[in-house]
């Protein structure tokens, strides 16, 4: 359920756009219902700010999950995930991970030198520091969301094609594939809005893991919008849905809105 939480919306949203920020800007920011069967388990935000880094003006985004009520009793969930990305090119200039699943803590910082393709992970709670190599363009798990939602290929993805990403997370990198299954108008707290449905899988080795049980649907517009996710977990279900949204920098398409 953990995994799920925190990748759920971060990973999730996953899935859309490249190389072009059309799809968002700055004082975009989402909330999240999720839910565990009829169980109103937690909530989700996603944020974009700015900061400076290395001189220059670039994206700062911030993930929080967080569980709610029983939920929080039985598991408590206090995640934060931020990221600075460039604003032209995408890449990643530096990530934040601060969880706290059921006692499982992490509290790290990853520093990127994409001219040398490598990532400086500084762990404080281990109190260690290491360097790892990665791929050349390579994201991590917040940038990826953002990546994808501006990327040039997404509308013109047949049924069955995917786009792959090199994250880097848990100080590896993995091939992040994301599947295009279709489109669909789904019924929302907004009215009815059309969608683009894809299923993200992640590489184990040198093989995609076919457990295609996690399910994002986005909006068929600009703003590429994830407004819900659904996993099938070994014990019940899981699905988070769009609860509000502001500062979106294109119109949002709704075919009948919601009386």
Do not use: C
């Given at each position: 359920m953990k995994k799920v939480i925190v990748l759920l919306v971060f990973f999730i949203a996953v899935s859309f756009n490249t190389q072009k920020p059309e799809a968002y800007d700055v004082g975009e920011w989402f909330k999240f219902r999720i839910h565990y069967g009829f169980i109103n388990a937690g909530y989700a935000t996603l944020e974009v700010k700015e900061a400076v880094k290395e001189n220059k003006k670039v994206y700062h985004t911030i993930g929080k999950g967080y569980t709610v009520g029983m939920s929080r009793f039985f598991f408590k969930v206090d995640d934060t995930y931020e990221s600075y990305f460039d604003k032209v090119t995408n890449k990643p200039y530096q990530f934040v991970r601060k969880i706290d699943e059921g006692g499982y803590t992490k509290n790290q910082e990853g520093f990127f030198n994409q001219d040398n393709n490598k990532v400086l992970v500084k762990d404080y709670k281990k109190k260690?520091?290491?360097?790892?190599?990665?791929?050349?363009?390579?994201?991590?798990?917040?940038?990826?969301?953002?990546?994808?939602?501006?990327?040039?290929?997404?509308?013109k993805l047949k049924v069955g094609e995917s786009i792959i990403v090199d994250m880097f997370f848990d100080n590896e990198v993995f091939k992040f594939?994301?599947?295009?299954?279709?489109?669909?108008?789904?019924?929302?707290?907004?009215?009815?809005?059309?969608?683009?449905?894809?299923?993200?899988?992640?590489?184990?080795?040198r093989v995609f893991k076919e457990e295609e049980s996690?399910?994002?649907?986005?909006?068929?517009?600009?703003?590429?919008?994830?407004?819900?996710?659904?996993?099938?977990?070994?014990?019940?279900?899981?699905?988070?849905?769009?609860?509000?949204?502001?500062?979106?920098?294109?119109p949002f398409m709704i075919k009948v809105k919601k009386k």
């Open positions: 260690t520091e290491k360097t790892f190599p990665v791929t050349e363009n390579v994201q991590d798990i917040l940038s990826t969301f953002y990546f994808l939602r501006n990327h040039p290929n997404i509308d594939k994301l599947k295009y299954i279709g489109k669909e108008d789904l019924k929302t707290k907004f009215g009815t809005v059309p969608t683009m449905i894809f299923r993200p899988l992640v590489q184990s080795g996690l399910t994002v649907w986005i909006s068929d517009d600009e703003n590429k919008l994830p407004l819900r996710i659904k996993a099938s977990l070994a014990v019940g279900s899981l699905k988070a849905d769009l609860e509000g949204f502001k500062g979106l920098k294109n």
